[in-house]
């Protein structure tokens, strides 16, 4: 191959690599950040369990369209945090499999990973029926 073709090609790989700029649009950001408040949940345990479920369940759709996913987070740990001791009394030995997976919702939306947070939502389903049995 001739040089200057090969110095040629290094020059334009150069200069369009530098020529992609990001620009941000400030119309499409966000006038207020959202404010959440988590308040303790109450019910009896097999309601907390099913919202628990339920909640998880959509935690994956809320990433993917962008909602308040930290919000539902913090909704599921407040749900679980509020059944675990009824869930302790009745079934001790499914709590780490509770907790894992209550903690894998959490680090899905760290990460923004929708597919982890489906993961940790198909566990606590079978996790909750067999608590409710």
Same mark, same amino acid.
């Given at each position: 191959? &001739? ?10 790989? *150069?200069?369009?690599?530098? %020529? ?6 400030? %119309? @499409?950001?966000? %006038? ?11 019910? $009896?345990? +097999?309601?907390?369990?099913? &919202?628990? %479920? ?5 935690? *994956?759709? !809320?990433?993917? +369209? ?19 001791? +009824? !869930?302790?009394? &009745? @079934? ?20 923004? &990973? ?7 939502? @198909?566990?606590?389903? $079978?996790? !909750?029926?067999?608590?409710l049995g």
């Amino acid at each position: 191959m &001739r040089p200057y073709l090969v110095i040629a090609a290094c020059v334009a790989s *150069s200069v369009a690599g530098v %020529s992609c700029a990001t620009t941000y649009d400030a %119309s @499409r950001a966000p %006038s207020t950040a959202a404010v959440t408040t988590t308040t303790e949940p109450t019910g $009896a345990v +097999e309601d907390l369990l099913v &919202r628990l %479920s339920d909640t998880a369940l959509g935690l *994956s759709t !809320v990433m993917i +369209e962008g909602g308040d996913s930290q919000a539902v987070a913090a909704q599921i740990a407040a749900l679980w945090a509020a059944a675990r001791p +009824e !869930v302790q009394a &009745r @079934r001790p030995d499914l709590i780490e499999g509770f907790d894992i997976n209550v903690a894998k919702c959490t680090t899905a939306v760290q990460f923004k &990973r929708a597919a982890d947070a489906d993961k940790a939502a @198909r566990n606590l389903q $079978a996790l !909750v029926a067999a608590t409710l049995g």
